[in-house]
């Protein structure tokens, strides 16, 4: 009886992992289309992909109660709170661009946001630099502002 059990169990935990994963190749397949737009979006900026990180998740929208928060997306140019429960979702992608910095080679990360419709926008996210994120823009206007801003070039 106890091996029966087990048996029921597995086959039942088998069936949901399944279905599970069925379930979110599904939703990439859905979003697969914008995820190719993300690409030449960013490219069109003259930006270079290195990979993408992970799948597309779901934005949380609990920090749509947090203003500081989507303050410092709005000082990077890109107002959030008009696509409040409009199923918000992001994507990151590591570049082969780098910036350098006081002899340091930082990694830029972009991220982009999306609906189910649209591109809304995206940042650029330094490693270890503030502010961490600043406006997705064409890649000259980019280096442009940035080394400006440092003095250096």
């Given at each position: 009886m106890k091996e029966k059990?087990?048996?029921?169990?597995?086959?039942?935990?088998?069936?949901?992992?399944?279905?599970?994963?069925?379930?979110?190749?599904?939703?990439?397949?859905?979003?697969?289309p914008l995820i190719q737009e993300h690409v030449k979006y960013i490219e069109s900026l003259g930006w270079t992909i290195e990979k993408a990180r992970g799948?597309?998740?779901?934005?949380?929208?609990?920090r749509f109660n947090f203003p500081e928060f989507l303050q410092v997306y709005k000082n990077a140019g890109l107002d959030l709170l008009p696509y409040?429960?409009?199923?918000?979702?992001?994507k990151s992608y590591?570049?082969?661009?780098?910036?350098?910095?006081?002899?340091?080679?930082?990694?830029?990360?972009?991220?982009?946001?999306?609906?189910?419709?649209q591109i809304v926008g995206g940042v650029i996210s330094i490693e270890d630099y503030i502010p961490g994120i600043v406006k997705l823009e064409e890649k000259e206007q980019f280096y442009s502002h940035f080394y400006s801003r440092q003095g250096n070039k």
């Open positions: 059990m087990r048996s029921v169990l597995l086959l039942s935990l088998l069936l949901l992992v399944s279905t599970g994963i069925s379930a979110c190749n599904k939703e990439e397949e859905k979003t697969y799948d597309a998740t779901p934005f949380d929208e609990t409040k429960g409009q199923n918000l979702k992001t590591d570049l082969k661009d780098k910036l350098y910095d006081n002899g340091k080679n930082l990694e830029l990360i972009v991220e982009i946001f999306f609906t189910d419709k």
